[in-house]
């Protein structure tokens, strides 16, 4: 008898067998799956997958999180593959459910880490690890909105990208994080969820207390950070562990007690 399970894109898919064999194309989910103790499922990553550190020498990589080696994936029998809507191309998507069912998330929320911790516990049968990492992020959270009741809200950009710069935007999970921080984004009112800004025309914008250097997937220098803190009044500018503001999973118990060092350098 089979059971089945809804995505996060509204998409149902039928399992006779919890699946055994997974291939992850999503970095944070990756290091989910190996925290909820799937470390012997998992049959195939991507070459950003970086953590646990010791996958990149024990598992298959099938190529990035835009490019797969579709056949590389089929050679390695998935009774899953799992993918995110923001991380990897409805294409991908498509080509990949020929094989196997393509479970897809969709994260911009904090409820939506949880949801999907939740599903992974159900589709996995992992209900208890999965419990225990929504205790310990739902704890982590609480202590950190104490930590951070009382600060004061700063306006900030948080640039991921130069040659265009490109910022985060809103209706995206760094936003979500950077809400949680009292940090108010100057680029929300753009449409676009990343959008290319003139850094000219900061000031106008919003005129941020603090720029945010991510750490990825670009990797800025100090010559950026100068050439930023120029087209402001006051910012600090700040070189940030992207990890921290756009990995979900488990992931975010480690964030919140990085935030908590990051306002103590504010």
Known sequence: MSKTFTDQLGTSHSFTLTPK??????????????????EDDIVGITKFCVHPFHFKSTKKIVGGTKKVHVE???????????CNKEENTPEIVE??????????????TLEDNLQMITDFGLLFNKRVEAQKWIDKTNHALIDFQNFIKDKQVQKVAYFIWANPYMVAGKNTF????????????IYTNREERYPEVI?????????PDIVLLSSEPFPFTD???????RFTHHAKVIFVDGEMFSWYGSRLVKAFSY???????I
């Open 21 to 38: 064999r997974i291939v992850s194309l999503v970095p944070s989910q990756t290091e989910l799956l190996y925290d909820l103790g799937l």
């Open 72 to 82: 590389k994936i089929r050679l390695l029998q998935p009774d899953i593959i799992i």
């Open 95 to 108: 080509a990949l459910s020929k094989i196997c069912p393509v479970w897809v998330t969709d994260i911009i």
């Open 174 to 185: 760094i936003n979500e994080l950077l809400k949680l921080n009292h940090f108010e984004n």
């Open 199 to 207: 850094i000219q025309k900061m000031r106008i914008q919003g005129d």
């Open 223 to 229: 010559d950026h950070a100068f050439e930023l803190g």
């Open 259 to 265: 935030f908590k060092q990051l306002h103590s350098k």
